[in-house]
């Protein structure tokens, strides 16, 4: 069984950077695409980004589309998120999950295996 660990969040400034980190354990997810997702306060967990399992392909939400960069080290089993340029309204908890089936990519239903989440706070 998968576990996933989600670090890096912390308080920033506006126009400022994180880099968050999904590590896995338990098994490898080298053999799985990876999603981050988040929830702002009083809104519905929602889709941030997803890489496909050997990194060839990304895909990104229309808000965090330029600012926003996934990557992975599958030998380090562990996936990555730099979030550039931040904006208050990027103000959620961040999560990470697995995608073992393809077919509900933006959709959390889709994923499994659900880290708890790691805070970002973006200050105006």
């Known amino acids: 069984q998968v576990q996933l660990v989600e670090s890096g969040g912390g308080l920033v400034q506006a126009g400022g950077s994180l880099r968050l980190s999904c590590a896995a354990s338990?098994?490898?997810?080298?053999?799985?695409?990876v999603g981050w997702f988040r929830r702002a306060p009083g809104k519905e967990r929602e889709f941030v980004a997803r890489?496909?399992?050997?990194?060839?392909?990304?895909i990104y939400a229309d808000s965090v589309k330029g600012r926003f960069t996934i990557s992975r080290d599958n030998a380090k089993n562990t996936v990555y998120l730099q979030m550039n340029s931040l904006k208050p309204e990027d103000t959620a908890v961040y999560y990470c999950?697995?995608?073992?089936?393809?077919?509900?990519?933006?959709?959390?239903?889709?994923?499994?295996?659900w880290g708890q989440g790691t805070q970002v706070t973006v200050s105006s």
């Open positions: 338990g098994r490898t997810i080298s053999s799985y695409a």
């Open positions: 999950a697995v995608d073992r089936q393809g077919w509900r990519i933006y959709s959390s239903s889709g994923y499994d295996s």
């Open positions: 890489i496909t399992w050997s990194g060839g392909s990304t």
